[in-house]
């Protein structure tokens, strides 16, 4: 496949995802699931408002509350928005549609930078029709925006693999500084390009003390983050108070969900209580997030599920990488390795209950490794099987898509989607 030919492909690719994406995005017209803490909280940094920065601030109105909980970058976006489109639905979902539709192509280039069109067109395709991806780019919420960051700062640490230069460096450490700024877990994603370029110096025989930018940029930009905070005339002690009663939230063993999950267990009555086998891998365990009645029997529902057949096909293509990494020591096959595990192994220590949606910032590294798997499948007597493949994730998409979308239809059909017993 040619390098004009990939072009076109992820221009076409990524409008199309982004009209698909952006049907009836504003459904339901009010807030749901988390959009109770991060629309509520967007608002009230649009108003300028300090009650979010205090995590002992009332609820503004029942059924919400302030999420104080998280960096305040990806709420400030959607505080743009919100002064741009107002207190609705287009204002609090539009910069994750921009954002969630922007991960597609960006898999889509470092992809293209490590290992050249062909994996590119078969990653960027699968994240298109990747459904746990398409829930969480028509929600208020924050992980999208890490997800993306995330996926920027491997693409100038790639760059930079590939011809140190400064500049690599420095747009690295700023994307880092985003992603850590949207969620803390960008911590993970600093950890990890830290290790690709210890490695890559390490191999070099060189040692560079720039490389204290991945931790310094990141810590300014998490700083600069709460520039509001500081205008508003909190002082530092403010702060590392907000930041203790973000630790101690964290690392709470007496949170209960029905739907909670660590990466390897269910766990809907809490760490402490008894445990069932649904690893976040196997896409066993979603997040049900809207039940909107439109009567006349009919309904919308909204459940945080990945599409399985590109979940289960990851355990294989993930394993065959780690195989063809032994086998060939290319330190690219490495850095996609290390972007998909460092952002779901470090979970299995989480302190807290955690839900599939936590597994986001994974999905891209996973899907580069299908598109690694199914190019070099594609350059065999096989290579319909690759497009067959593709196909096949397509469908599963098309089948999953009233569920992931809320788009109504009978209250009785919801039963033919529950493939597994343990979606309920």
């Known amino acids: 496949m040619t390098k004009k030919f990939s072009i076109i492909f992820i221009i076409v690719l990524t409008i199309f995802s982004f009209l698909v994406r952006f049907y009836r995005y504003t459904e339901p017209d009010h807030y749901y699931f988390d959009e ?6 967007a608002k009230a940094y649009a ?29 400030l976006i959607q505080a743009a928005s ?13 910069p994750s549609l921009i954002f969630g539709t922007a991960i597609i192509p960006a898999t889509f280039v470092l992809a293209m930078i490590l290992f050249g069109p062909t994996v590119a067109i078969f990653a960027s395709t699968t994240i298109a029709f990747e459904n746990l991806t398409f829930v969480m780019t028509r929600i208020t919420m924050n992980d999208v925006f890490i997800t993306f960051f995330s996926v920027v700062a491997f693409i100038f640490a790639a760059l930079y693999i590939k011809k140190p230069r400064f500049v690599s460096l420095l747009l690295t450490s700023v994307f880092l500084g985003l992603a850590l700024a949207s969620k803390w877990p960008g911590l993970y994603a600093i950890a990890s390009v830290f290790l690709i370029f210890a490695i890559y110096q390490f191999k070099k025989k060189i040692l560079s003390f720039s490389l204290i930018l991945l931790f310094v940029v990141p810590l300014l930009f998490y700083l600069g983050a709460y520039g509001q905070f500081w205008l508003q005339g909190h002082t530092v002690q403010n702060f590392v108070d907000l930041h203790k009663q973000i630790w101690w939230y964290q690392n709470r063993h007496d949170l209960q969900h029905s739907y909670g999950t660590t990466p390897l267990f269910c766990v809907p009555q809490g760490l402490d209580a008894t ?14 997030f809207s039940y909107e009645d439109y009567g006349s029997g009919m309904a919308g529902y909204i459940y945080a599920l990945g599409n399985p057949l590109i979940f289960w096909a990851g355990i294989i293509a993930v394993s065959y990488l780690v195989g063809k990494y032994l086998d060939e020591r290319n330190p690219k096959l490495l850095i996609i390795l290390l972007g998909y595990l460092i952002f779901w192994v470090p ?38 099987a690759a497009i067959l493949v593709i196909l096949m994730f ?26 597994l017993k343990s979606w309920r």
């Open 36 to 41: 109770v803490y991060h629309a509520v909280t």
């Open 47 to 75: 108003d300028n408002n300090p009650a979010p920065y205090d995590p002992f601030s009332p609820a503004p109105k029942e059924g919400t509350a302030y999420d104080w909980l998280h960096p305040p970058l990806a709420k």
């Open 82 to 94: 919100i002064k741009i489109f107002g207190d609705n639905p287009v204002g609090w979902r539009t």
């Open 275 to 288: 445990k069932t086998w649904c690893p976040w891998i196997l896409d066993m365990r979603g997040v049900y």
């Open 347 to 384: 979970w299995i220590l989480s302190p807290r209950i955690l839900f599939l949606y936590h597994y986001l910032p994974a999905i891209p590294f996973l899907t580069i490794a299908i598109g690694i798997a199914l190019a070099d499948l594609y350059k065999t007597k096989y290579k319909y």
């Open 394 to 419: 397509v469908l599963m998409f098309a089948f999953m898509y009233p569920i992931s979308s809320g788009l109504p239809i009978r209250i009785e059909a919801i039963d033919k989607f529950m493939i």
